[in-house]
């Protein structure tokens, strides 16, 4: 799995020579455009029928700018011939009786036309790439979901590829506006091949010193472009600390703490100063761009006036008339404006190329857990339980093994208890148990087969987890318990079902709009919970899983001892039936496990019930004299 390393001391900014992301040069430039072909194949499945109505539009509309200007032409030598003709008229009625004016007055027509056209398609051209745009954006955002969703547990806790998740979700937004920079590209083009073809007529060699005198400004343009891709990709990770201060700064979840503690005026500080930076280091860039942008255009600007004197030249001495004057004076300008975009353009979409590999290298992202080709389905019902033979783990880039040498049987139909002091290795061994990771050591067997032997989907979706750091869900109730089996999440009677067991039931039908209250303070109507009353909430979500292996990480822990133990006795009792793993840390509440497993260090230290490890003594009895005395 692709891995960088792009953190940026915040003391001192971005570093321009950090290794991997120095300012691209021309190959890496223009290698990026290999985006633009699964970008533009992206566009078209979303909409081929819009996509191909935009193209054809924009064809018709880069036509009209020669059209207009010619007819101008023609209209201006018209004028000039009724003038040297003598023609005049006492009125404007007496003028049109003669019939003198037609051709003139077609012409005007004509020209009005167009003019009203091109506005016309412009709109339409306008409306349809918003219409393409936001369906693009819709549909990038759905696969990037979906994607994330079938990366590793590791991935998402790995904070080099964070940033890379970060500007993966910023491209599908923030790279609207290339897919009407690319057709409008297009549409220049046929426009610059209508007007070229007119010059050429004329005077060849003014579009090659045109060409010649546009090149620098392209340079520098491309240069530029380059210089901030690079200072965006170096600051992904003040980005992110810049959003997340602003979160902590104003938010109901943060709040109450922010008050009690006067952390407003530190987290303001801490903003300003890494906003600060960010806005130096952009103003530096904006400055050097426009000194230097400014420069090169004058170049530009040059070769227009030389040519723009020669056609002028020409035009004294007869070889072109007025109307010559103003097609070929209007047509270099119109030539040079869009030359010049064009050059502009296709340097700002190889920079803005650059940002799609944010977004096509994220979908390359590979996950290493995942179901073989010949992976079985799970056992209904498990017959024989997990097998944990000589496991071993350890975090990626940690030195410390979480847990190591780890043998034990969890049989179908036990409720099993983990006690350990915190970092002993338990949460760890619920996300092995659930396939959110892989051992590095030993294997985990599931009824005499490698969990790796199993379907990825059909496993998890047979286990119910619920972890102390649960999501809270700014959802309906009925919802947020329906999350714990999506396909039932309009099952009204299993919702309800779930929230009995969970003991919830009265919680929820107490709430203004019962299973149809928003909970939460994130949205208007919603009703904020307590702690105990979201993780009985919480409990329920898994309950309605009605899966075959249920476990319950530390999820009670903002509940008072009583009510744990009852919603732990519930707990047994209900799930007579299933495989049950309890994490707690009261052992009122684990005593009641068929068996306890004691880890320390990442490793099996006892097991046992709770009186044979009260009769061994060791660190099970220590740790329960210690907690049974701060009940004396």
Known sequence: MPKHNDAVDPARGPSPQRPGIAKPNLRQRVNALRNLPPFLKQIWSTSPALTLTTLGLRIVRALLPVATLYVGKLIIDEAVRLVAAGTSFESLPQALSTGQLQPLLWLLAIEFALAIGSDLLGR???????????????????????????LDLE?????DLQDKLDRARRQTMGRMNLLSQLFGQVQDAITVVSFAIGLLVYAPWLILLLAIALIPAFIGESHFNAV??????????????????????????????????????????????????????????????????????????L?????????????????????DLTFLAGSFRRLRQLME???????????????????????????????????????KPIVHGFVFENVGFRYPDAERWALRGLNFELR????????????????TLVKLLARLYDPDEGRILLDGLDLRDYDLEQLRSNIGVIFQDFVRYHLTAGENIGVGQIDAMRDGPRIREAARRAMADGL?????????????????????????????IAIARAYMRDAQVMILDEPTAALDARAEFEVFQRFKELSSDKTAVLISHRFSSVRMADRILVLANGGLEASGTHDELLAQGGRYAELFELQAAGYR
């Open 124 to 150: 339409v051209i306008s409306y349809g790439d918003s219409l393409l745009s936001e369906l693009f954006t819709n549909v990038t955002s759905v696969r990037l979901m979906e994607h994330a969703a079938t």
């Open 155 to 159: 991935d998402f806790e790995d904070p």
């Open 228 to 301: 901030g891709y690079s200072l965006n990709f170096q600051w992904t990770p003040e980005r992110r600390q810049l959003e997340y201060v602003r979160q902590m700064g104003a938010s109901v979840e943060t709040a109450k703490e922010v008050k009690i503690f006067n952390l407003h005026r530190f987290l303001i500080a801490k903003y300003r100063e890494l906003a600060d930076k960010f806005f130096r280091a952009n103003r530096s860039l904006a400055r050097r761009r426009a000194l230097w942008g400014s420069l090169l255009a004058a170049l530009g600007t």
């Open 303 to 323: 070769g227009y006036y030389v040519a723009y004197g020669y056609i002028a030249w020409r035009t004294v001495k007869g070889d072109f008339s007025i109307g």
């Open 341 to 379: 975009g064009l050059l502009v353009g296709f340097s700002q979409i190889a920079g803005q190329a650059l940002y799609l590999d944010d977004l096509f290298s994220f979908f390359e992202i590979v996950p290493e857990i995942a179901s073989k080709p010949d992976a079985v389905p799970v056992p």
């Open 412 to 427: 179908a139909g036990e409720v099993l208890a983990l006690v350990g002091e915190n970092g002993a290795g338990k949460t």
């Open 508 to 536: 929820i039908e107490g709430l203004p709009d019962g299973y149809d209250q928003l909970i939460g303070r994130r949205f208007k109507t919603g009703v904020d919970l307590s702690g105990g009353q979201w993780q009985k």
